[in-house]
């Protein structure tokens, strides 16, 4: 490859990020090891499912996969770019637990699981609701990281180890506000 071959095919990748940034509203955001741990902490000993609302680079999906190996773990991505390279990094890993799909968890059509995982911009946490109010049933646990889900009452919100961020802890079917 040339050096203006690299620089276009450079050029494109972060054009097709950006392009999917400004319309997903939401950039695609890796977490550190700690982080993830302390996400897969979590996750209820129980939990036979679980789906991560955009996963992006594929970071906590394939972890979880990788330390829960008795849950099936599906990852949710729209992004091309952050799919594509989740995609790779998953046939590396080699998990027969995890799946990955590229789609807007908004529209996909399935019941997310047990337990559903997110770390996405604010902008999109209503959405994130909205799904969860028609798809998963009661009982299932929503633990999302920094952004809490509007209109939702959290059981937990715990300050993470790892950082400054908050683990929102939601149950489905208590999880509005009594009124």
């Not at 906590?60 to 790779?88: F, K």
């Not at 770390?119 to 969860?132: I, K, N, S, T």
Request: hydrophobic letters at 50%; a neutral charge; one cysteine or more.
């Amino acid at each position: 490859m040339t050096d203006l071959s690299v620089l276009v095919f450079t050029g494109v990748i972060l054009a097709l990020i950006a392009i999917y940034a400004v319309r997903l509203r939401v950039v695609p955001m890796p977490s550190l090891a700690a982080a993830r741990a302390e996400i897969i902490s979590y996750i209820p000993t129980d939990t036979q499912t679980v789906t991560d609302f955009g996963s992006g680079w594929g970071d906590l999906a394939i972890d979880i996969a990788r330390h829960r190996p008795d849950i099936a773990v599906t990852g949710i991505e729209l992004s091309p770019v952050p799919y594509a390279i989740s995609r790779m990094r998953a046939m590396l890993a080699a998990k027969p637990n995890l799946t990955l799909i590229r789609a807007d968890f908004r529209k996909i059509d399935r019941e997310p699981g047990d337990v559903v995982v997110c770390f996405l911009d604010p902008r999109v946490m209503g959405d994130v609701g909205d799904v969860l109010d028609h798809k998963m049933r009661a009982g299932g646990i929503v633990i999302s990281r920094a952004f809490a889900i509007p209109g939702w009452q959290a059981f937990g919100e715990v300050p993470m180890k790892s950082g400054s961020d908050i683990l929102y802890l939601y149950r489905v079917g208590k999880h509005k506000a009594e009124a």
